[in-house]
Nanobody
Framework: QVQLMESGGGLVQPGGSLRLSCQVS????????MSWYRQAVGKQRELVAN???????NYADFAKGRFTISRDNAKNTVDLQMNSLKPEDTAVYYC??????????????WGPGTQVTVSS
């Protein structure tokens, strides 16, 4: 059974930083893609950043230059370092992992989310 649990959310002032971490339980470690999404009130869920097993990273435009995604396969974690936070970054942040193995159905798992609030 695969479970994801995010941590590190909270209240931060504009310009501040937070580091989100996602712990993935289970024996499988080399996920094809590990991602962070976010969903603000009244808006659709959107990709923040992802990192492939090859370590290739992809960022949404709003995250470029401010956010950094990293993964540790040995610990089965994916982190999101967020700097220069803005009020518009306020959202629930979700961890997501994707696995695609030849000959098997693809697998996608989500965490329950962690609230990030940027406010003075």
């Amino acid at each position: 059974q695969v479970q994801l649990m995010e941590s590190g959310g909270g209240l931060v002032q504009p310009g501040g930083s937070l580091r989100l971490s996602c712990q993935v339980s289970g024996t499988f470690q080399n996920w094809n893609v590990m991602s962070w999404y976010r969903q603000a009130v009244g808006k659709q869920r959107e990709l923040v950043a992802n990192i492939r097993s090859s370590r290739v990273r992809n960022y949404a435009d709003f995250a470029k230059g401010r956010f950094t995604i990293s993964r540790d396969n040995a610990k089965n974690t994916v982190d999101l370092q967020m700097n220069s936070l803005k009020p518009e970054d306020t959202a629930v942040y979700y961890c997501h992992v994707h696995r695609a193995v030849v000959g098997l159905p693809t697998s996608d798992y989500w965490g329950p989310g962690t609230q990030v609030t940027v406010s003075s």
